[in-house]
């Protein structure tokens, strides 16, 4: 395999000065060198000014049947946070969570948009086997890029477990919170999937109309507890307090039983809106104003565990669904020092902050270089909960334990698949990653690199474009695959193997919609559904 030698490392850029110094980790660069700090093989170990070590015993003891909570940004972009190297960005307490826990850098969503990434998170599996996607399966036509709309008939295959329902017959209680997008008809939402409650706007702000969104979307949005529209048109603006009441009130009844929560924030998906005490509260505008008040919620979520005094028994994450929106300019994210964002299958498209916070477990101020995925969180919180992903399908997930408990160095996690709609566009194994297609999306012609372009077309490289992502984050320079044939070869046989093995349920995005499935209280007025309106 063609390799770098092995130099001490000359210059490293503000961006990541700022993340290394957040996280305590400058006094290990005298001794990096770019040969040990590899993302390949032989990754570096987590570290931090308080990294922890296992026991004696090789292990770290953990507590039986822990509690998850999963926290989950909407757009969110990887440079977004201040502890991901944000200059403006108020995230103190994400910061909070990265400075007592552990962030890892290599961290990636399992698709470039909402849906498709949330079906990932719930199973396990990468997506196109849940039937999340649109299009023809085995085409290259069109890359499917899409997501449920309140209209749709479908969601999440209901043949898919999720989490939740994994995680019952353990013993755990279950709860779900915000926006789910995997299906809005009854069989599909969170309240038939395993969840013993739910409560929120199952879809994206910008699809219905409320009083951060005056135009005539589908419909007034509702808000649902369980099954049933309990409010609406729902106050999105002050929706937040609301969400946060209700995620402390599910803590403190299960304070003494081990438990599994999901919250899927509306933040930070346009149109961004914040709740009158955060707004003109930052200096990064409107943006910064709603990432803030997630922020606050994050906050309000890690004092109510210590309350509690299950902080020791608790693991609170932190990704998000995609990389940001370029379209909405100054009032959509940041991707730090990587290309593109929502929509593509550049590294701002999937690649996503991955935090882990739980005292006692995961040390404090570490970093992981380690490969990790969104796809990895159900499969971890089984396992921690002693149990076992279904043994009668493919798990594309990982077990993160080792990793967070600091026993793992590299990690279980060796490659990642890139797949926008039915298309399998990329593959990263270890350091490298091979483009055999690129497209833009979410990004309008006034943005400076014009493969992230909404008109950037979807284009075949054969030869793959081949990158190396631990020198080149913004993938700039392919590299020259004369002189990577090992590289590659090794990528093009683990395609080969994966495209052999993969297989597609019926896309559920192509079953259609009617108006008639829009959610509404009150579904016999007229006109449908703009009618609907109750207060529960």
């Known amino acids: 395999m063609a390799s ?53 015993q090789g292990r770290i003891e953990l507590p039986e049947k822990p509690n998850i909570i999963i926290i989950y940004g909407d757009d969110v972009g990887y440079g977004d946070l201040n502890g991901y190297g944000h200059p403006t960005s108020s995230t103190p307490n994400l910061d909070r969570m990265i400075s007592e826990g552990m962030h890892m850098t290599q961290f990636y969503s399992a698709a470039p948009v909402c849906s498709p990434s949330r079906a990932s998170l719930m199973t396990g ?13 085995g085409t290259n ?9 309140p209209f749709s008939n479908g969601g999440l295959n209901l043949s898919e477990v999720t989490v939740a329902q994994m995680l019952k017959p353990l013993g755990y209680a279950t709860g779900a919170l915000g926006k789910w997008h995997l299906g809005i008809k009854e069989p599909y939402l969170p309240a038939s999937r395993g969840f013993d409650s739910y409560f929120g706007v199952p879809m994206t702000q910008n699809e219905c109309t409320s009083n951060v969104e005056s135009a005539k979307r589908f419909g007034p949005c509702p808000i649902m507890h369980n099954n049933t529209v309990a409010i609406q048109p729902a106050d999105v603006q002050n929706i937040d307090a609301a969400y946060v009441s209700n995620i402390k009130d599910f803590m403190t009844s299960h304070r003494n039983d081990p438990f599994f929560f999901y919250y899927a924030s ?91 916070w739980w005292p006692g477990v995961v040390a404090p101020g570490s970093i992981s270089y380690a490969l990790g995925s969104t796809l990895d969180l159900s499969v971890t919180a089984v396992s921690l909960a002693g149990g076992k992903p279904p043994a009668d399908r493919a798990i594309d997930g990982y077990d993160l334990t080792p990793v967070l408990t ?4 590299m990690g279980p996690r060796e490659e990642m698949f890139y ?3 039915h298309m399998l566009m990329a593959i990263r194994q270890h350091k490298y990653k091979a483009h055999f297609w690129t497209k833009g999306s979410h990004c309008h012609n006034s943005y400076h690199d014009q493969d992230c372009w909404d008109t950037a077309p979807l284009k075949a490289h054969e030869p793959p474009l081949l990158f190396d992502l631990e020198f080149d984050t913004k993938e700039r320079f392919p590299l020259d695959v004369k002189q990577y044939e090992t590289v590659l070869e090794s990528i093009m046989a683990l395609k080969a193997g994966h495209e052999g093995k993969m297989t597609f349920s019926p896309g559920e995005m192509n ?17 449908r559904n703009f009618c609907c309106a109750c207060k529960t």
């Open 406 to 409: 600091g026993e793992s160095e």
């Open 419 to 421: 797949y926008s709609g």
């Open 4 to 56: 770098f030698p092995s130099t001490p490392v000359p210059f490293l850029s503000v961006w990541a000065l700022s993340a290394m110094f957040f996280s305590g980790a400058l006094g290990s660069l005298a001794s990096c060198e770019l040969g040990q700090c590899s993302a390949g093989l032989n990754r570096p170990r987590a570290s931090g000014a308080a990294a922890r070590k296992p026991t004696e």
């Open 266 to 356: 509306h933040h930070t998906h346009m149109p961004q809106f914040a709740a009158p005490a955060f707004l003109n509260s930052t200096l990064r505008g409107l943006f910064g104003d709603s990432l803030a008040e997630l922020d606050w919620s994050v906050g309000q979520i890690l004092d109510h565990v210590v309350e509690l005094g299950i902080q020791n028994r608790t693991l609170v994450i932190f990704s998000a669904d995609n990389g940001p929106e370029l379209s909405d300019g100054d009032l959509g994210g940041e991707q730090g020092q990587l290309k593109c964002g929502k929509g593509t299958t550049w590294e701002g498209g999937v690649r996503e902050p991955g935090i882990f």
């Open 511 to 527: 079953t259609g919609g009617s108006a008639e499935n829009f959610p509404c209280c009150n579904a016999d007025c007229k006109p």
């Open 141 to 149: 036509s069109s890359t499917g890029l899409s997501v449920f709309s």
């Open 125 to 137: 599996r990468l997506y196109p086997r849940t039937g999340v996607y649109s299009g023809q399966a």
